[in-house]
């Protein structure tokens, strides 16, 4: 496709995205879609630290819950704090990235999968955390009646998901142009260094630990905003939303797409979205229809996550859209497995 | 004081289950450098297998006489042999492929099998939390004070055993040899003549039948079980391996117990400890992995380039 026929089609989709909710006016579509939006978000984020700067972070659903818990006790009655929507949306990715630094921090000179553990034993400390202070979080309960946003005077209200779809789509706008431009800045190439290999780009002169921590930082400020419109959306927040189960979700759409790949990410994220809040239920009430009423394919999610994990890895690790250089990295070092055992035999014929 | 010296116990018993799930974790990361995310989940499936295995035997509550070790012995070496044989299956299919590829690309099959691990005991026994049946009659002695009782002996015990058992296997066969040669330099150990596949093979078979051993314990010792029990417990089992120095066999034994002692006081000193005696076990992991990641045992070893 030559670049012309591709901002074509780019203008096409944008055109119909920006429609969307006057086309299929169907409520529950657009509310799908903003969450997929959520989602989506938090895989470009995550496609920062894990896809570009080749850190793996297993909890990062710990900073989707401190930017949903900012916004939850910054703008509700819990604490009669009321910052508007607009403004919590830049505090809430500020204090997530101070949040990923501060949790970055310790791990600058870990291995690539003990920072994994660390990052994982993070991703479990925060949401016990927000459980166990419920002197200020209500505990297992969470904080319920956030604010409503509003535009101009005009509030959202719980009626329609359409002005969160804009809200979300205008932050995804935005993530894809920062994120791009991350990409090919200075910082980027460095990222990609780092990545590929962390003791040469030392040595020439790369300061790691900046590089780093500014991959969490942007990292966890992306999903700052998911956690600000996504609890907003929900006008609540508890401490089950931001399990384990949720990192491993993103990680997963991330590497359905393609680690390091911008398209990758958001394709992934809304794939993975829409078999899980689409296909899965679908096809059961199908099912049901039909007589089947004993299965429910919604129970077979985590199977799902996990064999898209371990199929991707093995068979296609640089995902469906891949980075090219990621590609190639990740290509590199997988042995033929065919070559192999025939030098194996010739081995072992050898030894004989 | 007494209350002391009962965590003191009560931690033990919890630190036997986490040294024997930890000697699966050190094993394998010691011999091809995985942490094998799913070992967690083979844990939690041999006290699945477990309890399938005394429904079958129609045991529903406590055994007494000689009965007692027929069946004992007989539900702990069929869990053994699943999980050792599911540990199997899981390297061959997911890990095998991968023994060249970047680290984290084995690490995200892993967290991939566990996952696909739970869904399957989700769907065998349902979401919520199994009662186990009380196989072992339960007596408990008091001494001085100290509540101990049959259970807590016994999972120590067996914990002690299975130990000693894997330190023999280890040092005094030809395949522990192999094993040991594998871990220190997996090419050398190729040209002395050692099959690497099939060393790696029983690192996995012998690991994941001590979770399976562990899984046996551990449904006797809490008396229930449910799907997602794996993730905590493989959590707590891998900060006791990294504590006592990942590779170490010794090391995740004193790792266990470590971690038994800390959560057991911590939930007893700590307010309301019960609800941060996890956030307490993870902190430790967290500080041990930055300040001493070679653990209390482990040689320091220079990143292998």
């Given at each position: 496709?030559?670049?012309?026929t ?10 119909v ?5 006057y086309?299929?006016?169907n ?14 978000l ?33 703008a509700?009655g819990?604490f009669n ?15 997530a ?21 660390v ?11 927000f459980?166990?202070?419920?002197q200020?979080?209500n ?25 969160y ?21 200075r ?13 040469a780009?030392?040595h020439m ?9 500014s991959?969490?930082?942007?990292g966890?400020?992306?999903s ?5 419109a ?5 006008s ?10 949720v ?5 997963s ?12 990410a ?6 993975l979205?829409f078999?899980?809040?689409?296909l899965?239920?679908?096809?059961t ?16 999610r ?11 890895m093995?068979f296609?690790p ?6 090219r ?9 997988l ?7 025939q ?10 | ?11 033990l ?22 942490i094998n ?20 035997l ?5 055994v007494?006489g000689?009965?007692l070790i ?15 044989a599911?540990?199997?299956l ?13 680290r984290?690309?084995p690490?995200?099959?892993?967290i991939?099998v ?6 399957v ?6 979401p919520?939390?199994i009662?186990?049946p ?16 049959a ?5 120590v ?5 299975m ?6 296997f280890?040092?005094?066969t ?12 997996r090419?050398a150990a ?6 690497v ?5 029983v690192?996995?078979?012998?690991g ?10 551990s449904?006797?010792y809490?008396?229930t079980t ?9 959590l707590?089992a891998?900060t ?18 470590s971690i ?9 000193y ?8 996890n956030v ?26």
């Amino acid at each position: 496709m030559s670049q012309r026929t591709k901002r074509v089609w780019l203008a096409a989709l944008g055109v119909v995205l920006l429609a969307f909710p006057y086309i299929d006016r169907n409520n529950a579509h657009v509310d799908f879609m903003t969450n997929a939006g959520a989602f989506i978000l938090l895989a470009l984020g995550l496609n920062i630290v894990v896809g570009f700067a080749g850190l793996l972070d297993l909890g990062y659903a710990a900073f989707f819950a401190i930017g949903s818990y900012s916004y939850a006790m910054l703008a509700s009655g819990q604490f009669n704090i009321h910052i508007p929507f607009w403004v919590m949306l830049f505090v809430a990715s500020a204090i997530a990235a101070i949040f990923g630094i501060l949790l970055g921090a310790p791990t600058l000179r870990l291995r690539g999968d003990y920072l994994a553990i660390v990052t994982l034993g993070f991703g479990e400390i925060v949401p016990q955390t927000f459980l166990n202070l419920s002197q200020y979080t209500n505990g297992p309960n969470g904080i319920i009646s956030l604010d409503q946003p509003s535009f101009f005077g005009h509030a959202f209200g719980f009626s329609s998901a359409t002005p969160y779809y804009y809200v979300l789509l205008a932050l995804i706008a935005l993530g894809v142009v920062v994120a791009r431009n991350l990409r090919d800045s200075r910082l980027g190439r460095q990222w990609m260094a780092i990545r590929e290999d962390e003791l040469a780009a030392r040595h020439m002169g790369i300061d790691t630990t900046v590089a780093k921590l500014s991959a969490f930082a942007l990292g966890a400020s992306f999903s700052g905003l998911a956690g600000v419109a996504y609890a907003a959306k929900l006008s609540l927040v508890s401490p089950d939303q931001f399990q384990f189960n949720v990192s491993v979700l993103v990680l997963s759409m991330l590497v359905l797409g393609g680690m390091g790949s911008i398209a990758g990410a958001i394709v992934g994220s809304f794939v993975l979205s829409f078999v899980n809040s689409f296909l899965l239920p679908q096809s059961t009430t199908l099912a049901h229809s039909i007589g089947l009423t004993g299965v429910d394919f919604t129970n077979y999610r985590y199977m799902i996550y996990g064999g898209i994990l371990v199929g991707m890895m093995l068979f296609r690790p640089e995902g469906l859209i891949p980075s090219r250089q990621r590609r190639a990295e990740l290509r590199e070092a997988l042995v033929d497995p065919v070559v192999s055992a025939q030098e194996q035999m010739e081995f072992e014929g050898g030894a004989r | 004081m007494d209350v002391f010296l009962q965590q003191i116990v009560n931690g033990l018993s919890l630190g036997g289950i986490y040294a024997l799930i930890a000697l699966g974790y050190t094993m394998v990361y010691g011999i091809i450098e995985l942490i094998n995310f799913a070992h967690g989940d083979v844990y939690t499936f041999g006290t699945f297998t477990s309890l399938a295995v005394l429904t079958g035997l129609g045991v529903s509550g406590e055994v007494h006489g000689p009965w007692l070790i027929g069946v004992v012995a007989l539900t702990i070496v069929a869990s053994m042999l699943t999980c050792g044989a599911l540990g199997v299956l899981i390297e061959l299919l997911a890990y095998r492929r991968l023994r060249k590829a970047p680290r984290l690309a084995p690490l995200i099959t892993a967290i991939g099998v566990s996952f696909i691990l739970e869904n399957v005991m989700q769907l065998w026994r349902g979401p919520s939390p199994i009662p186990f049946p009380q196989v072992i009659p339960n007596p408990s002695a008091s001494l001085g004070g100290v509540e101990i009782s049959a259970k807590q002996v016994v999972v120590v015990a067996l914990a002690v055993v299975m130990m000693v058992a894997l330190q023999l296997f280890i040092y005094n066969t030809k395949i522990g040899k192999a094993m040991r040669a594998t871990a220190q330099d997996r090419d050398a150990a190729q040209l002395m003549g050692i099959n690497v596949n099939t060393t790696i093979m029983v690192t996995f078979l012998v690991g994941s039948a001590l979770a399976g051993a562990a899984g046996f314990v551990s449904g006797v010792y809490y008396g229930t079980t449910w799907f997602f029990n794996g993730f905590e417990a493989g959590l707590k089992a891998f900060t006791a391996a990294v504590l006592g120095g990942i590779g170490n066999i010794f090391g995740a034994m004193l790792g266990g117990f470590s971690i038994g002692l800390i959560e057991a006081i911590a939930t007893q000193y700590i307010p309301q400890g019960a609800q941060w005696s996890n956030v307490v076990v993870f902190s430790v992991l967290v500080l041990v992995l930055i300040f001493r990641p070679s653990g209390l045992l482990g040689e320091s070893l220079p990143e292998k380039v």
